[in-house]
């Protein structure tokens, strides 16, 4: 049993930190009309990932609990790569960073769901 001392020690909170990082610093040369839409809900889902991630974390005392987080996490996830898909549609980005983003949040979706399926691994009562 791995010893964490908190979320942020968790490889999957960092890989969906820094992804969220990183969609903020692409959608900074979006187009100003998308400010409102397709910007703000990219930052918002992608941002919303390691925060759900921090939530569960808090309430690994209680499996269901903990679980229920990480599904809104993996939710948010999915919801991340739909506005990634309409972003290399719309051509913000090209396709080699849309299959770089995409392949990052594909590995964070396996891991959250190996934590939903392994929550005993995480929690303790």
Known sequence: MHLYN???D?????????????IFEITKGFPKEEQFALTDQIRRSSRAIPANIGAAWV??????????KLLDS??????????LDLSRDHKYIDTETHKRLTDSYNEVARMLQ???HSPDKFCHQ
Request: aromatic share 16%.
């Open 6 to 8: 908190g979320y942020k």
């Open 10 to 22: 968790l490889i999957v909170f960092q890989k969906s930190y820094n992804l969220a990082l990183e």
């Open 59 to 68: 309430k690994r005392k209680y499996p269901k609990s903990f679980v229920s």
């Open 74 to 83: 993996l939710e948010e996830e999915a919801e991340t790569e739909i506005w």
């Open 114 to 116: 190996s934590m939903i």
